[in-house]
């Protein structure tokens, strides 16, 4: 069966948020789907298979990481819709049913792909016992997310901050429910984006997911409060970096950006 690795939201291979891709029949026993995830070693691995016509969705799709199944992720849903897309598997707007309900995936001329995602609720919290020192920064605030996201998001004095920061990933494993998002106002708002941010996942198996679609879907409401608009970017990543334009829509969130192919094979197992 074919496999590929898409890196989503950049335009250029090698940069974004690495995924693999793999469209099945149906899906087999959730022992493998978790074996070719650790296998292809990425942060996220998708897997879809077309459901029957006239139903609420298009394609059910899942997620796992190297270590577990997930119940949402942004930047391996894009990867799946591109694929979807310069395959000619699908045209125009794609349904997905997933762990955290239906979603959908718009594809524009421009081949920009616009997600829509429920929006995340946040809930201002007093950083827990060890967290600055686990960050080694200074924190300005702290927000928990329900639903499915399950992070706490962490804002830091300023972008450099989220930029220079070197975790104790081993630490920050027994302080979220499943990451920690680092996040800060953009210091030059006119190179092209609104804030930045960085994710950490030690609890899953990743110490640093360089674009995390899902995270959005609560930077989203937080910037967009702080800032007054609906429409922002948003900057992320370390060592990889990508963009993320989000628009807020009271409980949904829409998430756009581009992805580009890098690897396409066979997956002999």
Known sequence: MRIRIVDAFTD?????????????????????LQKVAAEVNLSETAFAHPL?????ADWALRWFTPAAEVDMCG??????????????????????SARCGILSATAAPDSSITMDFPTSSLT??????GLAKALGAEIVSVHDTAGHV???????????????????HAALVALSARGVIVTAAAEQPERGYDF??????????????????SAHTALAPLWSARLGRDDLSGF????????VRTR??????????????????????
């Open 124 to 129: 201002p919290v007093t950083a827990p016992d």
């Open 52 to 56: 029957p016509p006239g139903g609420e």
């Open 12 to 32: 250029r291979p090698f940069s974004g948020n690495p995924a693999g891709v793999l469209l099945l029949d149906a899906f087999p026993e959730d022992d493998w």
């Open 75 to 96: 930047h391996a849903t894009l990867a799946t819709a591109h694929v979807l897309h310069t395959t000619g598997t699908a045209t125009g707007t794609v349904r997905f």
């Open 248 to 269: 807020l829509r009271g409980d949904r969130t829409l998430l756009t950006g581009t992805a580009v192919t890098v690897i396409e094979g066979e997956l002999h197992a």
């Open 150 to 168: 399950g992070d706490l998001v962490v804002e830091l004095r300023d972008e450099a901050t989220v930029r220079a920061l070197t975790p104790d």
């Open 196 to 213: 930045v941010s960085r994710g950490f996942f030690p609890r899953l198996g990743i110490d640093e997911d360089p674009v995390t679609g």
């Open 236 to 243: 992320q990543g370390g060592a990889r970096t990508g963009i």
